[in-house]
Structures are given as structure tokens and as C-alpha cells.
């Protein structure tokens, strides 16, 4: 039987090992991105600001309650799941495994369905007998308002929903490690569909995602787009932004011309 989970329900909540000792609580958890849908691979415990422990989901017996209950007892989580001195770095996880709540809670998205450019504000799970998987995202305002506690407030708005397979991530370990995986996925939208997403996302993951598509494809995305999105584009392809593009790069991305194609959006 599939039961749903809200990732912001799940940050916070106590860990009790099996003797019944307190390891802390929810600090984040972490999935693996190739090949489909995501799975969640570890729990990471400790307190909301740093963690101590990554626990394999296997040892999770139960998630209910506003708890999270293990399998294993407090000596074997501290003797083989104790994170090393760096703490909870990227150099404690896999190359395809990336932290739900860093990377993805509150990051910016690629809708490329919707092709427009969002916030996450909830991750949606789904649990069955073989593990717990990313099933979607929440883009509503409503899961932000529960998250600061006005919960029923927050419940009155529809949630908007999209599926991950729809997604690309533009956080910086994110997209790094989602964008083998999407390449193709981005390849198969055509010139002008791609020039609006990319247009839409900041600088160094739209370069990036230029990067993946291969030279010929990019050169049509670039034509396709508006002479201020090109230029910025092309320069940072080269390596040689302009000190005025330099200054504004916070916010490139943000403002949409519209393009030669009409899929742009003034702002």
C-alpha cells in the first residue's frame, strides 16, 4: 500500500533508536537522482543545524507520529553511521546522491512542462514496500505558509503540484548531478521551447545546460533567443562576461525579453 509524505513534515521530527534511546532529530535525507524516479537512500540525523548520523533508510522501522523510529540500537548508530569531523559535506554523500532539504526545499526549479522558472516549497514522498521515493514538488504558496505555522491557512490554497520527471533542479549540486540525467530529456524540446527555459534560469546552469545539448543544438537555442539573453549567454560560454553582465549576474534569469519566436515573456 502507497502512503504520501510531505518532506517539511519529516525535517524536525524525533529519532528514537530501538532501545528507546533520543539520536536527535530529522536533519535531512538524502536521494539518489539517475535512473527514474529518486529513491531516498539515507536519513541524516542530528539537530535542524548540523547532523551527525547517515542512516540507511533500511534501518527506519516507522515514520508516524512526528516520529521516526530505527531499527538498530544507539551503539550501532554511533559506531556505523557517524558522520567524520567535515560534518554533512558533499563529500560525505555519492556522486548521484544529493541532500532533499539543501538542495531541493526552497531551491529555484525548471518547470519544464509549464516552462517557467519557481521555488520549491514542499517535496512530495510516496512510501511502498520497496523504499520511499521523490514522487513530486510542491510549488504553492500554500505549503510556505504552513511551514511558518499558519497550517490552516495554508490548507485553504490548492497545492501546485509537479512531477519530478518534470523538473530540472538549479541548485548547484542539484543540477550538477541531475543534468547527465536530463540532457536528454532537454535535447528532445526544440529550439525555441528550450530558449524560453533556459532564459528563464540563471547564467551558470543555463550554460551548463547549453553545454549538454551539444554545439548545434545550442547555436539554435542562442538564435532563437532575444539579443540580450544571447549575449549574456555567448559570454559566458566563452568565459568573458562583461563587468556590467558581472554585476547583475544575481539576478540573470529573472528578467524574460521576449524572443525572436514570441516564447519569451516581457517583465
Excluded at 547532523?51 to 508516524?64: G, I, K, R
Excluded at 556522486?95 to 531551491?107: H, N, P, Q, T, W
Aim: glycine share 8%; proline share 5%; aromatic share 2%.
Amino acid at each position: 500500500m502507497t502512503a504520501h509524505l510531505e518532506l517539511s513534515r519529516v525535517l524536525g521530527c524525533p529519532v528514537v533508536t530501538a532501545d528507546g534511546v533520543r539520536a536527535g532529530v530529522v536533519a535531512d535525507l538524502t536521494a539518489r537522482l539517475p535512473g527514474g524516479a529518486p529513491r531516498v537512500e539515507r536519513l541524516a540525523v542530528g539537530t535542524r543545524r548540523r547532523a551527525e548520523y547517515l542512516v540507511p533508510w533500511s534501518s527506519v522501522q516507522t515514520v508516524d507520529a512526528g516520529m521516526v523510529r530505527l531499527s538498530s540500537p544507539a551503539q550501532a548508530l554511533d559506531r556505523d553511521h557517524r558522520i567524520g569531523g567535515g560534518g554533512l559535506t558533499d563529500r560525505a554523500l555519492s556522486e548521484e546522491e544529493i541532500l532533499l532539504g539543501r538542495d531541493v526545499m526552497d531551491s529555484q526549479v525548471v518547470d519544464l512542462a509549464g516552462l517557467r522558472l519557481s521555488r520549491v516549497s514542499d517535496v512530495l514522498l510516496e512510501t511502498a514496500e520497496d523504499g520511499v521515493w521523490v514522487a513530486a514538488v510542491d510549488l504553492g504558496i500554500g505549503a510556505v505558509l504552513a511551514r511558518l505555522g499558519l497550517r490552516r491557512l495554508g490548507e485553504r490554497l490548492p497545492p501546485v503540484v509537479v512531477a519530478w520527471e518534470d523538473l530540472h533542479l538549479a541548485s548547484p549540486r542539484g543540477h550538477s548531478v541531475q543534468l547527465a540525467t536530463a540532457a536528454e530529456q532537454l535535447r528532445r524540446l526544440d529550439a525555441a521551447t528550450l530558449s524560453a527555459v533556459v532564459t528563464r534560469m540563471p547564467t551558470e546552469p543555463a550554460t551548463d545546460v547549453l553545454r549538454a545539448i551539444g554545439p548545434e543544438h545550442a547555436d539554435r537555442v542562442l538564435r532563437a533567443s532575444h539579443a540580450v539573453h544571447r549575449r549574456r549567454l555567448r559570454d559566458e560560454l566563452v568565459g568573458e562576461p562583461s563587468p556590467r553582465l558581472r554585476r547583475s549576474r544575481r539576478t540573470a534569469g529573472w528578467r524574460v525579453h521576449r524572443s525572436p519566436h514570441g516564447t519569451g515573456e516581457e517583465s
